[in-house]
């Protein structure tokens, strides 16, 4: 089993609509979670982090869940600009900080 | 501008021969890290330095592989006797040690093809 799952998609969806992303992740001493976006032939770049609490910011609200061992991450009146792969981070405690990527999540957002 | 750079942001090869990329972190930054990531997946980690020190690579890195960050500032990345299973998408991130949740930021990365 991978240590970080993810659906590949693509997520296919009109302007407008409700998608949702769910990441799994085997190892339970992790300890901080994230969400990046990666447009076509560009690097990673932070859209947020996930917090236990669960955290929003605009249209867009990631949630954790320990028990089950899954982040999730929530975009609302999705744009066109929205398209991109979503990869989900987790990382191990301990001070070596070793973030292990999920394969991406790719969303697709159509006129 | 004040963010990761990588050089080159190309090279194509032929098996056989040794590349070396360079990567620039955020000045600041004493954590640096090297990935590897191919189409469709995402990126893999490599090796990561605090400062100078090399403090952990991963079991996915071959003895062909090396990395220095000599004044703890810029880093290299040299492959020897590159295969064509080398082909990928080198990407290098920078981030600040210290809180779990810091931010880290990756440079525009080095495609490599392998002929």
Redesign the interface.
């Known amino acids: 089993r991978k240590e970080?799952e993810q659906d590949?998609g693509p997520f296919n969806v009109p302007e407008g609509a409700t998608v949702a992303f769910n990441c799994t992740y085997s190892n339970s001493a992790s300890?901080?979670f994230f969400w990046y976006r990666q447009d076509c032939r560009?690097?990673?770049?932070?859209l947020m982090?996930v917090y236990s609490s669960g955290n929003e910011d605009g249209r867009f609200t990631a949630q954790l869940n320990r028990a089950s061992q899954y982040i999730s991450l929530l975009i609302r009146d999705s744009k066109l600009s929205d398209s991109a792969t979503y990869?989900c981070v987790v990382?191990k405690?301990g001070g070596?900080?070793?973030?292990?990527?999920?394969?991406?999540t790719s969303l697709i957002v159509h006129p | 501008d004040t963010g990761v750079s990588q050089d080159p942001r190309h090279k194509i090869t032929k098996r056989g021969q040794n590349v070396t990329f360079r990567c620039d972190p955020i000045s600041e930054h004493n954590?640096l890290?090297w990935?590897r990531q191919t189409l469709?997946?995402?990126?893999?980690?490599l090796t990561?330095f605090q400062n100078e020190a090399q403090?952990?690579k991963s079991r996915l890195l071959s003895d062909r592989f090396s990395a220095e960050r000599p004044k703890g500032s810029f880093s290299t990345l040299e492959i020897q006797r590159t295969e064509q299973g080398d082909s990928a998408m080198y990407?290098c991130a920078s981030?600040v040690?210290g809180v779990?949740?810091n931010?880290?930021f990756?440079?525009?990365?080095t495609r490599l093809t392998v002929l």
């Open positions: 970080v590949p300890q901080s560009k690097e990673p770049k932070l982090s990869l990382n405690s070596s900080y070793i973030p292990t990527f999920g394969r991406g | 954590r890290y990935y469709g997946q995402g990126p893999e980690f990561y403090l952990e990407l981030r040690e779990d949740y931010e880290q990756f440079g525009p990365g």
